[in-house]
């Protein structure tokens, strides 16, 4: 109801804010048996970790996760697994300027509207900190998923407005970006090196696919597959719209074009993105999530404090030029939970 | 869980296929004293009726709704209300000739896959008859809202490619497909006339606004309202993409052009759609959603059988051109009862 | 949320008031390809029915029940079933006089106090009439449960301070209070008449028994299945105590009394109720019900009205002496509905 | 889902094994603005520490609670509030030599019926030391609950067989066993210190009082106050009955004597304990819930091993002989929690 839980059977609630003790995750509902230990789980958050140049900051999160129950002997018992990241490189005295003025594009003024109170430390629980616990349910899911053939990849076609061509996953592996497209990766970090020395920042989109994913997942109505998908993504902070297949290209086509034939081997093509009436198809998932720039920027900005009077504000410090990549495994962690949750609950009924 | 509910508050189960008895909703956690009456449901239900021209089916569907429950003496209780519309436009003899065959585009196989069991009159629950029930219980989510001076109201901004370049409400008010731009609704009335001499179908963009929403809806971090919105959107058979704001747009942008500065006055902009770290601002609320072409066409389409054989069919009958504008009051329907509920979820702890 | 669904994955909704068009159910998440028509539903609605002398009252309820969705040649579909039942027999002009008025024992000045307006008509929603709902839809559940070889059954062990010493089943399916314990029948029928004349009513209390209940069922630490039990039954409005096994005797036992041996051939004893920890253990579930009188006398009663003053009043009309037996399906029916869905919930974390 | 989360606003999570690191609790939905900090939580925590005499066993867990997310300068956020209890006196070994058995009485073979897997370390997640977490989170709701003016005591009613005659509160606060008759409390203790020279455990009976409660809490029809708190005590390990008002004593009343008159000044009696139709009436709550023996007893016990082998154990250690007196603060807790949901359920809607 308040919004931390995700799942319905598979559920994750989240807690912790960015300059507090910790941040962290229970999974209520995986189920037993499976062999599950904490380097599995810090394999997905490394990938969230911070980097040293390009388009991360140069903090160093140590992001070290404990699991505090649930397990036995190497797997798990299926009662809840806690899972807790402390909180190490928390400069909340950095943030003390900001603590009476709404920053532009950030939820200050909403928290406070919302709740009458605000956790000024570095955006408090809007903080992209957050995710970090997201990524560590995410990573459960993710071995849930693969033991039924179910894989989760994401990756980035957009950055800057530099699209790509290609989706070469060999080649997305080798550069920072995860970007499928070798010479689009290049263009990529050229326009972040340009527009970090304008104090400015960057948007993008980022595809997610799922292979292996068998047909029939999705509850209609209202809680469609390709709906709890959108729902997933777009609960990643910077994310202001989610496509599946095509999309809104599909918006501009046509029923002949958009329609995917149906062969005795498979579907001939796959404009639907695997879902067809909120139900997986068995073909492979792929979904969108339009990313927007960060809002903290280093160009000095006008906006308002609490007495509502025009202020200057640069926002100094440590901050990230864009999103993407840190946002991938995020992505990633959404998609799986949803899989891994639509996955039991299709094996509840059948 | 199944998937016919949506809310958490105000709460909706709809039931019902488009060959069946009838469709219908009950609404759980409807305030107590609202006047409510068939009048004000019929009046919503009527905009999602059948036209007799463009890009609707000549088909009649008088869908009265009744009331079943919940109302005394022309006021809500606070109990469940129960609403009722019985199909009287059936004519499921005419899908005997789809009984063995995957319609391209249409949930058949995956109903199939999901279910082990197809009821194959018209799409079954699949078949955007179900909407209608969305609709009425839509409805009593508008009353709800308007008594908070919230007003929700949906138009076309793009159809078969051709968009949009004015919000004229008065203009959107006169013409069949709620295009706030005159001239571009001519161009699309074209555009259908051409497209049906060709036995084909239509896509398109539903732009849907929120004025008079308070600051403070939405529950970080999972049940963000942008994310709340794209699931309840998505949620619509045809729609492939949702955004927030500038969506897709924000991706190639920066954050010095996408950060909308505060004033004394309130936002300088709204690039953000009236949602900032998944609260709603204040701000005018605006999402758009990508329809996909009508999957049924008049022109032959190969596919398969329940044996896996290829055949040929060619759906005739009174198919729409578009899901445009039906979809229209279906959109509102959606974000009304999103608000609605997130409004009650603010209530439940201020 | 508003208290009118249970079940987790068969999820049922009732709503309908005493005295409106018509009471009903819609059940969501019941798994595809049960044989279902709307005879098996009718036989257990027909168990409820008012009889013609004894502890119940001499009116006629045809209790006809619908099915309006969920069913497709003669099995459910996976998708909602709705199910309604007319009322036919509200003379709503007999509750006038009880308008300004606050029955004792009912729930007349709590739903005012809760909604803050009242539907006077027979108790609205308060009504027993909404116990046709559950156990209409309860009647699916039996269904779902005999396909796995649970059989749920319950019966009469108290009334009127009158205890049973026998659980001769073929007994109890001989007479009308479903005792199994002939001789105890009888005196009760002699308890009934003797309060019948005084113008007072009876209370009682049922046990219900669940036999073919696989280990296992039952979700720790807070959907413990005798917790859910409890409160499934203690939804019944009549009903203010449950037990499971020894129940309150248990509290007065000591651990080597209480303590179920396990030997190679199951459980030596059957003090637990079939349940421990919260997880049913393979052995017979027993749960008790204690019934209150029904709270409408023929004898007068003092009171209060809508100004606060104090008024007498003497309920007339066609109640019954007890809410045993017409309680007894109705207590099947909950039992019903907490069991499928705990089979369901366990099948889908297995 | 699976069971461990309590609450549709207030919403609790619980975790964490008897000998695994931590047990803890996130609470989801706790208003913003509460001036909370851990030892308001810690007060309460302590009420529940086992004694060093008495029906207690001589253990010591200093239960010292953190606070790790949720709080900022000393109030509620309104974020998930994650409390942690490291467990320290974890003496694992002491349960090898149940490896292999199934304890009489305990959850040790339904866990391993439903998981396929079984933590044998004192019991795991079934044991009461996870009810330090709903301390915890109870402490919270009581806080809540204050700020409102409802009070929440629970007391020992009959320990053993022996019952009180007084509901004297300044007595129970100065014995042990919260036993509000000072003669009977004497004869209680006398009592366990028989039946512990004999190896055996005993049982009892807990009341549980709610001042101060609005009328209006609870939501017909399924979610009914009454059906809400017999679950919540019901979810307490060792209860197996519960009753509200005169329970199960009215099973056996007349209407007459059991409807309580309503008069200018409020009702002349409360043999309903506070709550008609499921729904608070003002009145004092009164609830009470039946205690079995511990099953752990040190009498020799024949049961059988993994393989289905009849063995006989004697449970040593330092067992309690009573879950009174420490159950008294969970069900207080449990009673607490149970009505800060019911109380911003009913905030939402009005």
Redesign the interface.
């Known amino acids: 109801?308040?919004?931390?839980?995700?799942g319905?059977?598979f559920?994750v609630?989240?807690?912790?804010?960015s300059h507090?003790?910790?941040?962290?995750a229970?999974i209520?509902?995986?189920?037993?048996?499976l062999e599950l230990n904490e380097d599995i789980i810090q394999a997905d958050l490394d990938r969230r970790r911070p980097g040293t140049g390009g388009a991360a900051s140069p903090r160093k999160e140590p992001d070290k996760v404990?699991i505090?129950?649930?397990i036995?002997e190497g797997?798990t018992?299926?009662?809840?697994?806690?899972l807790?990241i402390f909180n190490k490189d928390a400069h909340s005295k950095s943030y003390d300027n900001l603590r009476d003025i709404?920053r532009?594009?950030?939820?200050d003024?909403?928290?406070l509207?919302?709740?009458?109170?605000?956790?000024y430390?570095g955006g408090?629980?809007?903080s992209a900190r957050?995710t970090a616990a997201r990524v560590a349910a995410g990573a459960v899911a993710r071995l849930l998923l693969s033991g039924h053939g179910i894989k989760v990849t994401a990756f980035t076609i957009?950055l800057?407005?530099i699209t790509t061509n290609q989706r070469d996953m060999a080649a997305a592996a080798k550069n920072r970006l995860f970007c499928p497209d070798e010479e689009a990766a290049l263009r990529m970090e050229e326009k972040i090196k340009g527009?970090r020395a304008q104090g400015?920042?960057?948007?993008?989109?980022v595809e997610v696919r799922a292979t292996g994913c068998p047909?029939?997942?999705?509850?209609?109505?209202?809680?469609?597959l390709?709906?709890?998908l959108?729902?997933?993504l777009?609960?990643i902070?910077a994310v202001?719209?989610?496509?599946?297949?095509?999309?809104?290209a599909?918006?501009?086509?046509?029923?002949?074009?958009?329609?995917?034939?149906?062969?005795?081997d498979g579907f001939a093509s796959n404009h639907?993105?695997g879902?067809?009436?909120?139900?997986?198809?068995?073909d492979e998932i792929i979904v969108r999530a339009?990313?927007?720039?960060?809002?903290?920027?280093g160009?000095e900005?006008?906006?308002?404090n609490l007495k509502?009077?025009?202020v200057n504000i640069k926002i100094g410090g440590r901050h990230d030029i864009s999103a993407i990549p840190r946002i991938i495994p995020v992505c990633e962690a959404m998609v799986c939970l949803t899989l891994a949750d639509f996955f039991?609950?299709?094996?509840?009924?059948?």
Not at 1 to 6: E, I, L, P, S, Y
Not at 13 to 17: D, P, Q, R, V
Not at 215 to 224: I, S, T
């Open positions: 109801m308040a919004g931390n839980t995700f319905e059977i559920r609630t989240t807690w912790g804010e507090g003790t910790a941040v962290g229970t209520d509902g995986c189920p037993p048996g404990q505090l129950s649930g036995f797997r018992t299926g009662t809840p697994i806690s807790i709404f532009p594009g950030h939820g003024i909403t928290y509207e919302k709740y009458g109170i605000r956790d430390r408090g629980r809007a957050e957009a800057g407005g527009v400015d920042t960057l948007g993008g989109v047909a029939g997942l999705g509850e209609p109505v209202f809680d469609k390709d709906g709890a959108a729902r997933a777009m609960s902070g202001k719209g989610v496509e599946i297949g095509d999309g809104f599909a918006a501009a086509s046509t029923g002949s074009q958009n329609n995917d034939s149906l062969t005795p639907s993105g879902i067809l009436a909120g139900i997986s198809n068995g339009a990313v927007k720039p960060i809002p903290s920027i160009r900005q006008q906006t308002i509502h009077e025009i039991l609950r299709q094996q509840a009924v059948k």
